[in-house]
């Protein structure tokens, strides 16, 4: 039986009704949010399975990441933390994935983990968890936007450089900010590109150590069963140490889960888009640190060469100078494709959290613009955002490592919270109509993905040695602690008031109520607000 209580219908009108009859389909897509209590405002499922895939591809950058983070893994463990603590990892983060997966195949909603902290923990206090946990994963999306199209070590004058970074995230934002058609086919291009750079890599690397008469390629002894550590921990701590590259490689899957208002048939593809991510992510960024580590020739001088970035170091030894400028500067380029795809779903996100009373001046940035079909404003306010953490990272490296470590901290903290609530409250609290359930080994990945969130949030607050002085101290807590307290600020300012307290977000949490496991999926129709 369907509830269309009187009160919340509406006349049809071009934002909420279509001009011919629906499929089947859309109307499973339409209620799916509806039960959610939100109600499909304007944003149209414009992502098909294969671009939202694309863009969850570049969002993870498994094996770009995983080049620029050469050093910490050389360091720490050397080559067997780098691959097979990639294959720990790997499991584990696979378990979070289709944790989170069944989480939103059950509440398909942008909010997302923030949004089922609070359904889960129904009682006083699971509205300000919500709220925390949620301004924390903000900062996590926003940090990693920055640390994706912001290029470290720029020999420019520090004004040139502000300029620089602001117009290069003006780009970014006017690129997201584009009609439906057109963000899908960009996110593919970018997909292609990054795939086809992976290619384009890999085989320099090779062919240029195989062509040389000076050059030889590494053992697999080496590659395979070495084991390094320079920096005063003991074995065990290193190898946990050790996992934090590849646990920063395979993190910001969730991207998926903030367009999942956007994909058609959202209960069904979001979760398998997850998985599959994390997946492709792994297996290309197992096989271009094989291909690194093959291919290293001096190890002293990749890992403290004059550039300070090992990768670039190895791409000069092997390359050359020229080639390796070339190779390079595709690297950037296509970073920025990537920092695309990271606003559009960090967008989502502030749109989510503004739709439901969790920022000042909500209701403006809440609004969804008819013409872009995007929430051009929460967009715009990114975008600001992100640019004034960009600026921070011209002034000292150190501030550029600890907010670097605080995005990964903070995603997975946020991973890590929904899946511990379920745990909880009882897997039998989740809310019916789910079309992706990990049956009886939900307990299993449940308790798998907390035990290591857990442990990788407290392993990414270590310094890099047991007695660090500041120049190579770990300022991540720091950076956390600060961000605990502007978000406490923000709850008593203004959440506490209007955190899903406003008429909206009322109207919207009863009606999920009233629906939520209720017969067939049909859509309902509510008076949307467009952008003026």
């Known amino acids: 039986m369907h509830h269309t209580p009187q009160d919340l219908e509406a006349s049809p009108s071009p934002l909420t009704s279509p001009p011919h009859k629906p499929s089947l389909q859309s109307l499973h897509s339409a209620n799916s949010v509806a039960e959610l209590g939100h109600i499909e405002e304007a944003l149209t499922r414009k992502f098909d399975t294969r671009s939202m895939l694309s863009l969850a591809f570049c969002v993870l950058g498994t094996w770009s990441t995983f080049a620029q983070g050469l050093s910490s893994g050389l360091k720490n463990g ?11 990892v790997f499991f584990c983060n696979m378990c979070v994935a289709v944790s989170l997966g069944e989480l939103t195949s059950c509440m398909p909603t942008a909010l997302g983990q923030g949004y089922w902290v609070h359904r889960l923990v129904d009682n006083g206090w699971g509205r300000g968890v919500n709220f925390l946990f949620y301004f924390i994963q903000c900062r996590g999306v926003f940090n990693d936007d920055g640390v994706e199209v912001v290029i470290d070590d720029l020999a420019m004058p520090w004004i040139s450089g502000i300029v620089g970074i602001t117009a290069l995230f003006t780009v970014v934002n006017l690129i997201a900010c584009r009609r439906d058609k057109f963000l899908p086919m960009f996110n593919n291009a970018v997909g292609v590109g990054f795939v086809g750079l992976f290619f384009v890599f890999a085989l320099a690397l090779l062919i240029s150590v195989g062509i040389k008469r000076n050059m030889a390629y590494q053992s697999a002894g080496f590659v395979f069963g070495d084991w390094i550590n320079q920096t005063g921990w003991s074995n065990g701590v290193v190898w946990f140490l050790g996992l934090l590259q590849s646990a920063y490689g395979l993190t910001a899957f969730d991207s998926v889960i903030h367009l999942v208002e956007e994909i058609p048939a959202p209960r069904k593809n979001a979760p398998r888009v997850i998985w599959l991510a994390v997946l492709l992510g792994a297996i290309t960024g197992f096989i271009f640190m094989v ?33 390796g400028a070339t190779l390079i500067a595709l690297f950037i380029f296509n970073g920025l494709g990537q920092g695309v795809s990271i606003a559009t779903t960090g967008s989502r996100l502030t749109w989510g959290f503004a739709r439901d009373g969790g920022i000042p001046w909500s209701q403006y940035f809440a609004a969804v613009n008819p013409t872009w079909k995007v929430p051009a404003r929460a967009l715009w306010l990114q975008g600001f955002i992100i640019a004034l953490i960009g600026v921070l990272y011209l002034f000292a490296n150190t501030v550029l490592e600890a907010v670097l470590s605080v995005s990964t901290i903070a995603l997975t903290i946020s991973y890590g919270m929904p899946i511990g609530c379920l745990l909880i409250v009882g897997r039998d609290k989740l809310p019916p109509g789910g079309q992706f359930s990990l049956g009886k080994y ?9 035990v290591y969130c857990s442990v990788t949030t407290v392993f990414f607050f270590f310094p890099g040695t047991p007695n660090p002085t ?54 309902v129709a509510v008076p949307t607000k467009p952008i003026k």
């Open 78 to 88: 050397g080559p067997v933390a780098i691959l097979w603590g990639l294959g720990l």
């Open 291 to 323: 291909v690194c580590l093959f291919c290293i020739q001096d190890l002293a001088t990749v890992e403290d060469g004059p550039t300070g970035l090992p990768f670039i170091e190895l791409v000069q030894q092997t390359v050359g100078l020229e080639g």
């Open 442 to 450: 939900g307990p299993l990945c449940n308790w798998i993905s907390v």
């Open 470 to 523: 500041p120049s190579d101290m770990n300022f991540a807590i720091a950076v956390f602690g600060v961000m605990l307290v502007i978000a406490l600020g923000f709850w008593f300012i203004t959440g506490k008031g209007t955190y899903l307290k406003t008429d909206d977000s009322a109207m919207r949490i009863e009606l999920a109520r009233r629906l939520e496991g209720d017969g067939p999926e049909v859509p």
